[in-house]
């Protein structure tokens, strides 16, 4: 057997159930020997396309993902979503076929290229360690949970594999959860019990059932408010006492009653820039802990009271564990009254500016709401649009939304919405794009067709880098470069074999119901030609973080 089989087969053996890529003569025998050895192969149209579905595959299934590339340029089209991915810590394992002779056209130093975007560098190196060497990149990924880039060099791929230097590959155990210290512990339930107004900021950290739990028993016996990071959105879906999303996109009375806090916990959240408005939610006088099982993320992003290493759930569970009773807190009725009805963004009272001709994002946003099934999982791409879908498309759980935006690229919604379609077959995919994003991403449309996904496309269409526009515009700077004629992106999807309609007024939204109420046999495409009239709310928190 040769090597590139070998690893293949091991791959699949450790656990990688799901592979993505454009297969090209570097991976072709790599890629054969995972589907043979009972891998799924997704192909996608192209290799930056195929890394945000693995990226996205992991994040909402909660597995190892790989990506096939071809050495070189198969490599270098992929490295916007592998950077996404590497700041995201995603459990990803590139298969990277690797071109070592300098005078090859595709030789490019591709560990110096897993090094600048942050992710982990391995190579296979020999016939006799292939097996062992794949195995440890897939335990590092999930251990360490690393975007892992192993370089397979064509000549070691060639190599006959000797005889029982193929082992016996295995899924790697779970990764340990980090046990709190006690006293850290003890010191985080003495703050909770002098606090009056407790919130609890829960995020990617958190993102399990058993750390949901744990939080909502905590924050009912301390009286806290509930919210999430971004990437966590939907994990307290239900509960009363949530205040949805902690950030630039938190509604009027989320960012309110968190800035009234006296004490914020950040669990698994690194209360960056984002989630925290660049400091602004954090009262002068509040007092900031943080909970990671990771010591280097602890007070990473702002100065902390106490910061405590330790496992989100097995953290609640052991505070939980030092007993006490249960207290109001933050949890008084007029506080629940205005949860209830003002929470949301879609009950903030708004002008709508929607003409005959273009629709207010925030109408469309709504409808879509009412109109799809509430069992779905959105992903979204990036732009002066993103909030709309981000916060007025409500979610059913933490699984509900998955949020690519770690680095910012446009072009990565469509991608994101596959994977996470992938990884949650059960649910209606929504797929919320800007027209520029959309555009950049077409091909892939092909994929969503060829895969049979019943997947709802969005896009917010200005014909334009509206964030661009809204930030640029007003000091009077010329647009002809980030404003563009109007396209038929209808028309486009059409040509990929996607149902469409034309969005301009709430009454063509119509043929949206008439979909979903249909046997969905092909996807939806909606081109909605939105307003452009004014920036979002949150852009310019944004363009601050540049």
């Known amino acids: 057997m040769k090597v590139a089989e070998a690893v293949g087969r091991a791959l699949a053996a450790a656990g990688v159930d799901r592979v993505f890529g454009v297969v090209g003569s570097g991976n072709f025998h790599l890629t054969n020997g995972m589907v043979a050895a009972g891998s799924r192969f997704v192909a996608a149209r192209h290799e930056g396309g195929a890394a945000t579905m693995a990226d996205a595959y992991a994040r909402m299934s909660g597995r190892v993902a790989a990506l096939t590339v071809h050495q070189g340029p198969g490599l270098t089209n992929a490295l916007t979503g592998i950077t996404e991915a590497a700041k995201s810590r995603t459990p990803l394992v590139v298969l990277a076929a690797e071109a070592t002779e300098p005078r090859s056209n595709f030789h490019v130093d591709q560990e110096a290229l897993a090094h600048a975007v942050g992710a982990v560098a391995a190579r296979v190196t020999s016939a006799q360690d292939a097996v062992e060497q794949a195995c440890a990149a897939v335990r590092r990924a999930l251990h360490e949970r690393r975007t892992v880039l192993l370089n397979l060099p064509l000549e070691v791929q060639a190599l006959d594999v000797p005889?029982?230097?193929?082992?016996?590959?295995?899924?790697?155990?779970?990764?340990?959860?980090?046990?709190?210290?006690?006293?850290?512990?003890?010191?985080?339930?003495?703050?909770?019990?002098?606090?009056?107004?407790?919130?609890?900021?829960?995020?990617?950290?958190?993102?399990?059932?058993?750390?949901?739990?744990?939080?909502?028993?905590?924050?009912?016996?301390?009286?806290?408010?509930?919210?999430?990071?971004?990437?966590?959105?939907?994990?307290?879906?239900?509960?009363?006492?949530?205040?949805?999303?902690?950030?630039?996109?938190?509604?009027?009375?989320?960012?309110?009653?968190?800035?009234?806090?006296?004490?914020?916990?950040?669990?698994?959240?690194?209360?960056?820039?984002?989630?925290?408005?660049?400091?602004?939610?954090?009262?002068?006088?509040?007092?900031?802990v943080q909970v990671d099982d990771d010591t280097s993320a602890l007070g990473a992003h702002r100065e902390v009271r106490l910061g405590v290493t330790g496992d989100v759930e097995l953290t609640a569970r052991r505070a939980l564990d030092a007993g006490g009773g249960q207290r109001q807190g933050y949890r008084t009725a007029d506080i629940a009254a205005a949860i209830s009805a003002r929470v949301r963004w879609r009950d903030v009272p708004y002008e709508d500016t929607g003409t005959r001709e273009r629709i207010d994002p925030r109408t469309l946003s709504i409808a879509l709401d009412d109109l799809l099934p509430a069992e779905r999982v959105i992903g979204v791409d990036s732009g002066n649009f993103m909030g709309y879908p981000s916060m007025y498309l409500s979610v059913p759980d933490h699984n509900g939304l998955c949020?690519?935006?770690?680095?910012?690229?446009?072009?990565?919604?469509?991608?994101?919405?596959?994977?996470?379609?992938?990884?949650?077959?059960?649910?209606?995919?929504?797929?919320?794009?800007?027209?520029?994003?959309?555009?950049?991403?077409?091909?892939?449309?092909?994929?969503?067709?060829?895969?049979?996904?019943?997947?709802?496309?969005?896009?917010?269409?200005?014909?334009?880098?509206?964030?661009?526009?809204h930030h640029f515009g007003p000091d009077g700077h010329p647009l002809d470069t980030v404003e563009f004629p109007p396209t038929d992106i209808a028309a486009v999807g059409r040509g990929y074999g996607f149902e469409t309609v034309t969005v301009r007024t709430s009454a063509d939204l119509k043929a949206v119901g008439d979909w979903v109420a249909g046997p969905r046999s092909a996807p939806l495409l909606i081109d909605a030609k939105v307003v452009s009239d004014r920036g979002a709310w949150w852009l310019e928190e944004a363009f601050r973080g540049h």
């Open 403 to 469: 949020f690519t935006q770690a680095f910012q690229s446009i072009g990565l919604g469509l991608a994101t919405a596959i994977g996470a379609a992938l990884a949650h077959p059960d649910r209606l995919p929504v797929a919320a794009l800007g027209d520029g994003g959309a555009l950049m991403s077409a091909v892939e449309l092909d994929t969503v067709r060829r895969l049979g996904l019943p997947m709802v496309v969005v896009v917010y269409n200005d014909d334009a880098y509206g964030a661009e526009v």
């Open 163 to 288: 005889d029982g230097a193929s082992g016996l590959a295995a899924p790697p155990g779970e990764r340990a959860a980090v046990e709190p210290a006690a006293a850290d512990t003890a010191a985080l339930v003495e703050l909770l019990e002098r606090s009056r107004r407790p919130v609890f900021v829960a995020g990617r950290g958190a993102r399990t059932p058993g750390g949901r739990d744990a939080l909502a028993e905590l924050a009912e016996r301390h009286g806290a408010l509930l919210a999430t990071s971004a990437v966590a959105r939907g994990l307290f879906h239900g509960n009363p006492w949530s205040l949805d999303v902690s950030g630039g996109f938190s509604s009027p009375l989320a960012a309110e009653l968190i800035q009234e806090a006296d004490l914020i916990v950040g669990w698994g959240c690194a209360l960056n820039m984002w989630t925290m408005r660049h400091g602004r939610l954090i009262g002068p006088d509040t007092t900031v």
